[in-house]
C-alpha cells in the first residue's frame, strides 16, 4: 500500500492542479503568507517557503498565531484530515483577527468552517503519503492572489511528467540506499535554505514509515557549531550514516563547506551517502530528492521488517489529547 502511494507522487501533483477553481481575490493585496499545518500537512508549506523565498512565507506548527499576522497576511491552513488539533487552533485565532483564509483539506472540521476559499482533495491517505496533493495547490494559490509569477500549472504538469519518467530509476536508488541504513542513526544535511524542507521530509518519513529516529541540519549554520559535537560519544560513530543531500542550486561556498565538512569528519564517521538529484530546475530537484527519500524510508522498513503504514504513537497521543479538555 505504502509503495503505491509514493508512487503516485506525480499522479497526484497532475491531478491536484485541476482541484484549484479560477479563484478571485478581487482588491484583497498581501505582503505576506501564514501556512498552518503540522506533520504531513504542514511540511508543504515548508517546501514552497523554500522553492520561493521572493515571498515573505512563514510556517505555523503550533497553538499561537504570530503576533505580526495582519490584514495583509494571507493565511492557508492545511490539514489532510481536517481534524488536527493545533490548525483548528489556529482558525479560531485568524478568524477573530478576521484574516483572510484558505482552507485545504480532505474533509473534517476544518473544511466545514467559512473561509475565504475552500480546497477539497481525496481523502483516504496517510496525510505523509498526500503531499502531491497539498503541495500543489499552494503555488497555484500564490499565483492567483499576485504573489507568483508566472502561473505554476504548465511548471506543475512538466514536473509530474518528469517524476513518472524518473519514478522507476528513483526507487531502484533508494532500495540500495535502504540497506545500508539499517541499524544506523542517519543523519541528513542539506546545503541550503531550499533544501532544507527536503532534509526535514527525510527525517519525518524515516520516522513514520520506518520507525526509526534521525536527525536534520542545514549547511551553513551547522558548521557554526553542530559541526564541533558531530562524532562524539564516539561509541556511536560506527552505527552513523551521514546523508548529504547536494542542492544544485546552493551557494557556492555552502557547495564547498559541504565538501569540507566530508574530509573533516570521514575519520571519525566513515559511512556517508551523497545524493545529487536530477532535473531541470529547483522544482523538480527538490521533488526528485523527495521521491527518493519518501522510498528510502519505504525500503528501510522493509529491511526492518516493520509495517511502514500504521504510526501507533501518534494515534495513541491524539487519544489521549481527546479525553483532556
Not at 513518472?164 to 539499517?182: F, G, L, N, P, Y
Request: hydrophobic letters at 40%; a positive charge; aromatic letters at 8%.
Amino acid at each position: 500500500m505504502m509503495r503505491e502511494i509514493i508512487y503516485s507522487l506525480p499522479n497526484q501533483i497532475s491531478a491536484a492542479v485541476g482541484f484549484v477553481p479560477d479563484f478571485s481575490f478581487g482588491k484583497r493585496t498581501y505582503d505576506k503568507v501564514l501556512i498552518c499545518g503540522m506533520g504531513g500537512s504542514g511540511i508543504s508549506g515548508e517546501l514552497v517557503a523554500g522553492l520561493y523565498p521572493q515571498i515573505l512565507i512563514a510556517s505555523s506548527k503550533d497553538y499561537i498565531i504570530p503576533a505580526w499576522v495582519d490584514r495583509k497576511t494571507l493565511a492557508i491552513l492545511v490539514s489532510y484530515s481536517g481534524n488536527t488539533e493545533e490548525t483548528l487552533a489556529d482558525y479560531q485565532q485568524l478568524s477573530k483577527r478576521k484574516i483572510d483564509m484558505v482552507l485545504l483539506s480532505s474533509d473534517g472540521k476544518l473544511y466545514a468552517r467559512k473561509a475565504l476559499h475552500k480546497i477539497k482533495v481525496p481523502p483516504g491517505l496517510p496525510p505523509r503519503g498526500a503531499i502531491g496533493y497539498l503541495f500543489t495547490p499552494l503555488p497555484i494559490l500564490l499565483h492567483q492572489a499576485r504573489m507568483l509569477k508566472p502561473d505554476p500549472r504548465k511548471e506543475l504538469l512538466v514536473l509530474s511528467a518528469f517524476l513518472v519518467r524518473q519514478r522507476d530509476s528513483i526507487e531502484r536508488t533508494a532500495r540500495s540506499m535502504a540497506q545500508k541504513m539499517v541499524r544506523k542513526l542517519v543523519i541528513i544535511y542539506a546545503d541550503s535554505s531550499a533544501f532544507g524542507p527536503v532534509a526535514n521530509r527525510w527525517r519525518c518519513q524515516l520516522n513514520e514509515n520506518a520507525k526509526v529516529l534521525a536527525h536534520y541540519n542545514i549547511v551553513p549554520e551547522m558548521n557554526h557549531n553542530e559541526i564541533v559535537g558531530l562524532g562524539n560519544p564516539r561509541k556511536f560513530n560506527p552505527d552513523t550514516l551521514i546523508v548529504f543531500l547536494g542542492d544544485p542550486a546552493a551557494h557556492r561556498r555552502n557547495k564547498l563547506r559541504h565538501r569540507l565538512l566530508g574530509e573533516l569528519i570521514k575519520h571519525e564517521i566513515r559511512d556517508s551517502v551523497e545524493v545529487r538529484p536530477r532535473g531541470r530546475n529547483s522544482l523538480q530537484h527538490i521533488f526528485w530528492t523527495v521521491m527518493l527519500g519518501d522510498f528510502v524510508s519505504y525500503y528501510l522498513a522493509l529491511e526492518l521488517g516493520v509495517d511502514p503504514m500504521p504510526v501507533e504513537r501518534i494515534e495513541k497521543l491524539k487519544n489521549r489529547m481527546s479525553k483532556i479538555k
